[in-house]
Nanobody, 126 residues
Framework: VQLQASGGGLVQPGGSLRLSCSVSGRTPRFWSIGWFRQASGQEREWVSSIASSDGSTYYADSAKGRFTISRDTGKNTVYLQMNSLKPEDTAVYYC????????????????????WGQGTQVTVSS
């Protein structure tokens, strides 16, 4: 399976962006999808995930109330709508695909994800 993240850019604090993760290859709808981010000089951290089985969603505390993850199965694309962006949201954002059961059990764990896309840069600055 291949993943292609897009939609990053420069936005002012308080603004919004929508990231897209296009999933292709064999059985793209099988995989649960997660978003991670990595700020410069910091470790990669989990942001949000969506389960392929029932569409359940999971969020890191930093994302709750501001970010929304969704999936368009017809387009094999997962979205991350990010609102009320803050400078501390600046990072390279990655999407990843994981086994459905593994992601439900431990959505925030990198080891639950087997396939990773390239990142897309999000910069929040005035």
């Amino acid at each position: 399976v291949q993943l292609q993240a897009s939609g990053g850019g420069l936005v002012q604090p308080g603004g919004s962006l929508r990231l897209s993760c296009s999933v292709s290859g064999r059985t793209p709808r099988f995989w649960s999808i997660g978003w991670f981010r990595q700020a410069s000089g910091q470790e990669r951290e989990w942001v949000s995930s969506i389960a392929s089985s029932d569409g359940s969603t999971y969020y890191a505390d930093s994302a709750k109330g501001r970010f929304t993850i969704s999936r368009d199965t017809g387009k094999n694309t997962v979205y991350l709508q990010m609102n009320s962006l803050k400078p501390e949201d600046t990072a390279v954002y990655y999407c990843a695909a994981g086994d459905p059961m593994g992601v439900v059990i431990a959505p925030a764990t990198e080891q639950a994800y087997e396939h990773w896309g390239q990142g897309t840069q999000v910069t929040v600055s005035s």
